[in-house]
């Protein structure tokens, strides 16, 4: 079975990624940074708001030496009011800083701001689009309405929302995603995942249920990227062993 892999724009990635919410910036984590990107990893999640900063530092300092890095993907305007357009050029602004970029690969609205209207985020972030400072968009925790909503302002590459073996709220997201060739990254993708049939499953394969799990996932839907945390190299290529396993239908529907 060959690895599976994805399209983000013109590059194609291995259809497991790495979440960083709890990086901080140590010399041991970005050392991690590097020998993720070493191990294959295509895309690093990370957000403005993640260990208050300290998360896309690490990030930052960490690729910034590296002569062929991975898709880094971050976030801004999680909390009501950072929707506005202000707040979401003077995130974008300090992401650029602290990534070590002059183009962020891709670019999220971390969340719908109630107190702000859709079209006025994501036409700041279409503005850095237009500038080349952001090079995709984004959109995250949002159902299929608004993820057309959010089509008419600007191109949408992918789609961030909570969803695993065991949390499925956003199955119609999922099937608009593959229906319209947008990346789907569900994110906590191992959260409370375990079952007998899991073990069972991951027995049969000489794997572990996380890597069952995601090889869950993946059979799920073509357009699936799912980005579980680490700060384990270990763990990550653990997680990116999921890629090689290949779930039955039979196998599939007994977790489904």
Known sequence: MTERTLRIGDREVAGI??????????????????EAAAAGVGLIDTAHLYTEGQSEATIGEAL??????????????????????DVLRAQIEESLRLLQTETIDLYYLHRVDPETPMEESLGTIAHYVQRGAIRHVGI???????????????????????????????????????AE???????????GVGSRALER????????????ALAW?????????????????EHLRENLGALDIELSDEEFEKLG
Do not use: W
């Not at 910034?64 to 357009?85: D, H, M, N, W, Y």
């Not at 027995?203 to 069952?212: E, K, L, V, Y």
């Open 64 to 85: 910034a030496a590296l002569p062929e890095k991975p898709v880094v993907a971050t976030k801004g305007g999680f909390s009501p009011g950072q929707g506005r357009p």
């Open 201 to 212: 499953i991951a027995r049969d394969h000489a794997a572990t249920p996380h890597q069952i």
């Open 140 to 178: 995250s925790e949002v159902n299929v309405e608004q993820v057309e909503q959010a089509r008419r302002v600007v191109e949408i590459t992918a789609v961030q929302n909570r969803y695993s073996l065991v949390e499925r709220v956003h199955e119609e997201v999922v099937e608009h995603c593959a």
């Open 17 to 34: 990624g790495l979440g960083t919410n709890r990086l901080k910036r140590s010399s041991r984590n970005v050392g991690f940074i590097q």
């Open 181 to 191: 060739g947008i990346v789907f990254v569900p994110f906590f993708p191992l959260r």
């Open 217 to 233: 996932l993946l059979k799920r839907s073509p357009v699936m990227l799912p980005i579980p945390g680490t700060l384990s190299i």
